[in-house]
Structure formats: structure tokens, C-alpha cells
């Protein structure tokens, strides 16, 4: 298996609380990316970052927001989290041009 | 743009039998990689295969094969003796050959392996 983390796992929170999902590898990728996936659906991809300081959004608009100051860390936050919110939270990473996206096991967020 | 479909939402196959999943993709580009990705239930996504474009050569990992048709435009999977293990959803996913590393994915299959 890849060596890369999300934590938490599992999140139930209320509406309006501020959250910060974790992902974190130990692969010295410089490519990382967020996923959203309902259960049993695809993926939506919905930030990606090249490298340290370098976020982009993806194709799937969200009122999430990501940063990247160190190249093992691509933490998501969501400043107000509401019931639509709620879904599965995929973070991957890749490094040469072709190599595979290895995958997080992923945290499931349920908004109250 | 780059579109991935996966025309089965859902198949299922008995234990030991051999099963193929469908993909088809749209692309304009000529250098690019095609994958296949496992999810099972509440469990990790990884990787099951991988195929260069530009090899004509059909990739396989042990009981995993595909059958890349690059003129249809075709990248089916094939398990082999499947195992009840295989139950999961299956992604095709295509990527082009550049910086980013972007995925494109399909819908998904959902397999189920019945004893």
C-alpha cells in the first residue's frame, strides 16, 4: 500500500463548524489532489497542487479551500461546513509524468 | 476534453468464473495511459492495472488483463477466477501524458462475486 494518511477517518459535525481534513504523504510526491465521491459514484476531482504554494481548483466547484506549504502535507478546509457537505473526501498523490495516483483511505464526512 | 465511460453500472459473476468489464474513452490525444482502480467496500482505492499507450503489448497482473483496442478506443478489464476478494467498484481512468498527472474517471462498475 501507498504510504499516505488521511485523518480523520470518520467525521460527524455540525452545521457551521469549521473543519480541516488532514492528508499527508510520505513519498516526496509533488503532485497531490482532493477528490469528492458520494458513496458508490465517482470521483470529482475538486483541488490538485503541483508543489509547495501552488493550488488550483478543480472541475467540480467547492466551498472548500486547500493549501500547500509543505510539499508532504495538502490539508482541506471547509470554513462552514453545511449538510451538502456531506460525502467522502479522497486525497492522492503522484510524481513523474504517467506514474499512478496513489490514494488515501479516505474520510467520510456526515454534517448534521 | 476527455470523457471516460463505463456503459455497466453494475455486474456480477460467480466465484472461480472469468468477468469483463467494459470502458470506452473520447480523446484527441495520441500519447496517453489508461488505468483500472479497485475500491472495495469501505476500503482504499488502489491500483489494479496499468496500460501505456503506446505499447501495443496488452498489459496483465496475474489473474487482471486488459484488451486495449487504441483505434475503438477500448480498455476493458478481464478478471480471471474471480475471488470473492474482487466484490468492489472498478474505475477506468485515463490520464494524458503530461505534468499534471490528471485523471480522468469513469462512473464505475460495481462487481459482485457470488460464492
Known amino acids: 500500500e501507498a504510504d499516505i494518511y488521511q485523518t480523520p477517518r470518520y467525521l460527524v459535525i455540525g452545521t457551521g463548524k469549521k473543519i480541516t481534513l488532514e492528508c499527508s504523504q510520505t513519498?516526496?510526491?509533488?503532485?497531490m489532489y482532493w477528490y469528492q465521491q458520494d458513496p458508490g459514484m465517482e470521483l470529482h476531482l475538486i483541488h490538485y497542487?503541483?508543489?509547495?504554494?501552488?493550488?488550483e481548483k478543480g472541475d467540480l466547484s467547492s466551498e472548500s479551500t486547500v493549501s500547500r506549504i509543505r510539499t508532504e502535507h495538502f490539508p482541506l478546509t471547509l470554513e462552514s461546513a453545511r449538510p451538502s457537505h456531506t460525502s467522502q473526501y479522497l486525497c492522492?498523490?503522484?510524481?513523474?509524468?504517467?506514474?499512478?495516483?496513489?490514494f488515501g483511505p479516505g474520510t467520510r464526512l456526515l454534517v448534521l | 476534453a476527455q470523457t471516460v465511460t463505463q456503459s455497466q453500472p453494475e455486474m456480477s459473476v460467480q466465484e472461480a468464473e472469468t468477468v469483463t468489464l467494459s470502458c470506452t474513452y473520447d480523446?484527441?490525444?495520441?500519447?496517453?495511459?489508461l488505468f483500472w482502480y479497485k475500491q472495495p467496500p469501505s476500503r482504499q482505492m488502489i491500483l489494479v492495472i496499468r496500460?501505456?499507450?503506446?505499447?501495443?503489448q496488452n498489459a496483465t497482473e496475474n489473474r487482471f488483463s486488459v484488451n486495449f483496442q487504441k483505434a475503438a478506443k477500448s480498455f476493458s478489464l478481464k478478471i480471471s477466477d474471480s475471488q470473492l476478494g474482487d466484490t468492489a467498484m472498478y474505475f477506468c481512468?485515463?490520464?494524458?501524458?503530461?505534468?499534471?498527472?490528471?485523471?480522468?474517471f469513469g462512473g464505475g462498475t460495481r462487481l459482485m462475486v457470488k460464492p
Open positions: 496500460q501505456e499507450a503506446y505499447k501495443q
Open positions: 492522492a498523490s503522484s510524481s513523474n509524468p504517467g506514474e499512478t495516483q496513489y
Open positions: 480523446t484527441s490525444e495520441n500519447n496517453y495511459y
Open positions: 497542487s503541483y508543489g509547495v504554494n501552488s493550488t
Open positions: 481512468a485515463f490520464m494524458i501524458n503530461n505534468a499534471g498527472n490528471m485523471l480522468t
Open positions: 513519498m516526496g510526491h509533488d503532485k
